[in-house]
């Protein structure tokens, strides 16, 4: 079964920039689509972005449009997610998610991912 690590949490001041990154333990992302999402302390887990693996298609929550970017590199088996402009309301524990194969179809909904990994914590200060 795939298993994902996520990296790349951590501080940062209003303002700043982090970059998570998702890798995948098997290389099995033909017509898969990859996610992340956050959840913040007492709130229930929200999409924040999505990308189909070979197709490339993005898919944005209004919350981050502008600001964050999800993009794949095929031969690391990686998705990232670059968070700009980071704001105090973008706290949370963010996880990938990963659900395949989806022929096409990229999910929003965290019920329609079946894989994720153990999240990693982004902390915004104002």
């Known amino acids: 079964q795939v298993q994902l690590v996520e990296s790349g949490g951590g501080f940062v001041q209003a303002g700043g920039s982090l970059r998570l990154s998702c890798t995948a333990s098997?290389?099995?992302?033909?017509?898969?689509?990859m996610a992340w999402f956050r959840q913040a302390p007492g709130q229930e887990r929200e999409f924040v972005a999505a990308?189909?693996?070979?197709?490339?298609?993005?898919k944005y929550a209004d919350s981050v449009k502008g600001r964050f970017t999800i993009s794949r590199d095929y031969a690391k088996g990686t998705v990232y997610l670059q968070m700009n402009s980071l704001n105090p309301e973008d706290t949370a524990v963010y996880y990938c998610?990963?659900?395949?194969?989806?022929?096409?179809?990229?999910?929003?909904?965290?019920?329609?991912?079946?894989?994720w990994g153990q999240g990693t914590q982004v902390s915004v200060s104002s």
């Open positions: 098997e290389r099995t992302f033909s017509s898969y689509a």
């Open positions: 990308i189909g693996w070979s197709s490339g298609e993005t």
């Open positions: 998610a990963a659900e395949g194969p989806t022929w096409g179809f990229v999910p929003t909904i965290a019920t329609q991912y079946h894989r």
